[in-house]
C-alpha cells in the first residue's frame, strides 16, 4: 500500500500566524520522525496565492496547522473539498459556526448547552455605552467576535475600562462580544474523532487566561487531571461532548468550559484546530491519556477526509482540466435550455 504524502499547512495571514508556524513546525517534524513523506506548506505573506501553492505539489492530505481567520473558519476547508483534497480537523460549516462565538453561542442555547451571559456591541454601541451595558454588571469580558488565541481579549471592572476594550477588540473585527464574567475554574477539555481523552485545569498567574497567559512560558500553571471530583468532572466532559455535537464538530478539538464552586458549568467556545506548539494544551491532554505527541498527530492524519460529498475526479485529471480552457457551467446550461426550446419548437 502507498504511503500517504502529507502536506502540512501552516502560516496564514490571521494574528495567529506564528503560533500557526509553531504548530505546522511540530508536526512536521513529529511526522518525518516517524517515517512519513511530508511537505511544508507555508502561506502568508510573500507565497503564492494558496490555490498556486496546492497545485505546484501533489499531496494525498493536508495536515490543517493554521490557526484564526482564513484558515480555522471554513475558508481554506471550502477551498480544499472543491480541490478534493482530504484535510484534517471539521468541515466548512462547523469550522464557520465554531469560529464565529455569536452563532456558537446561539446553537449552545439551541441544545440546551450553558453559555454565560453576553451581547454584541459596534462602533455605534460606543456613543451610548453606559445605556447598552445597562444593568448587565462587572467585571465583563470583552473578545472580538471572530478571532482565536484570546487575542483582543480583554477583562473590564468598570465602563471606561469597557469603552477601551470594546475599542481595542473593535481593532479585531466589527461586532465584539461582551461577556459575564463568571469566577470560576478554567478546564479544556481535549476530543479526538468523537471521543473525549481528558481534560486539563487552566490556572493563570495573572488571572485571565489571555494570549500573553497561553503562549509564555511559566506564565499559566496546568494541573491534568483538573482538580475536580470524579463525578463532577465526568459531567464537564459530557458536557464538552455536547457542545462539540452541537456544532457538528470532527478530528481533533478543544471544548473551553467554566467549572464554578456549585453546581453550573457553562461553555465558552470549541477550537476546531488547537494548537499543537510545545505549550498547547491538546498534546498535555494527550500526553496524560497515554498518547505521545507523534502519535497524536498521526491520528489526526488518519482522521482526514472530504465533507461535503462532492464528486472529484482524481488528482492528475483535475490537473489536465486546469489546462485546458471549460465553458462556464452558465454557458452550458443555456446551451442545454437552447437545445430544448428548439426541440419544442420543431415538435409544435
Not at 108 to 115: A, K, Y
Not at 318 to 343: F, G, I, M, N, T
Request: hydrophobic share 40%; proline share 6%.
Amino acid at each position: 500500500m502507498r504511503k500517504k504524502r502529507i502536506g502540512v499547512l501552516m502560516g496564514g495571514w490571521s494574528a495567529e500566524r506564528e503560533v500557526s508556524l509553531r504548530t505546522g513546525d511540530g508536526v512536521v517534524a513529529a511526522l518525518e520522525a516517524r517515517g512519513h513523506d511530508v511537505v511544508r506548506l507555508v502561506w502568508g505573506p510573500g507565497s503564492p496565492e494558496l490555490d498556486q501553492l496546492l497545485r505546484a505539489c501533489t499531496v494525498d492530505v493536508v495536515f490543517l496547522a493554521l490557526h484564526g481567520r482564513g484558515g480555522e473558519d471554513g475558508c481554506v476547508q471550502g477551498l480544499l473539498e472543491l480541490r478534493g483534497i482530504p484535510y484534517t480537523g471539521s468541515g466548512v460549516l462547523a469550522s464557520a459556526l465554531a469560529m464565529d462565538k455569536l452563532k456558537a453561542k446561539e446553537l449552545f442555547r439551541l441544545h440546551n448547552v450553558p453559555t454565560p451571559p453576553y451581547y454584541v456591541a459596534t462602533h455605534r454601541d460606543l456613543d451610548d455605552l453606559k445605556e447598552v451595558h445597562g444593568s448587565f454588571g462587572f467585571p465583563a469580558i470583552v473578545k472580538p467576535r471572530r478571532e482565536g488565541s484570546s487575542v483582543g481579549l480583554a477583562k473590564a471592572a468598570n465602563l471606561a475600562e469597557l469603552e477601551t476594550a470594546i475599542g481595542q477588540a473593535l481593532g479585531f473585527d466589527e461586532h465584539v462580544i461582551v461577556e459575564r464574567f463568571v469566577r470560576a475554574m478554567e478546564v479544556h477539555v481535549g476530543i479526538l474523532d468523537g471521543r473525549v481523552l481528558g481534560a486539563i485545569e487552566i490556572a493563570p498567574k495573572s488571572g485571565l487566561y489571555d494570549y500573553h497567559a497561553k503562549y509564555t512560558a511559566g506564565m499559566t500553571e496546568y494541573i491534568c487531571p483538573p482538580r475536580l471530583a470524579p463525578t463532577r468532572l465526568r459531567g464537564v466532559m459530557n458536557l464538552a461532548e455536547r457542545a462539540s455535537r452541537a456544532l457538528s464538530c470532527t478530528g481533533a478539538c478543544r471544548v473551553d468550559l467554566l467549572v464554578t464552586e456549585g453546581e453550573n458549568e457553562y461553555v465558552l467556545e470549541v477550537n476546531t484546530l488547537p494548537g499543537l506548539t510545545p505549550t498547547s494544551l491538546l498534546p498535555k491532554i494527550a500526553a496524560a491519556a497515554g498518547i505521545d505527541y507523534p502519535s497524536l498527530c498521526e491520528s489526526i492524519v488518519d482522521g482526514a477526509r472530504l465533507h461535503a460529498g462532492l464528486l472529484q475526479p482524481p488528482p492528475h485529471e483535475l490537473v489536465a482540466a486546469s489546462q485546458h480552457r471549460a465553458p462556464h457551467s452558465s454557458q452550458v446550461a443555456l446551451r442545454q435550455v437552447d437545445e430544448k426550446a428548439l426541440a419544442k419548437r420543431a415538435a409544435g
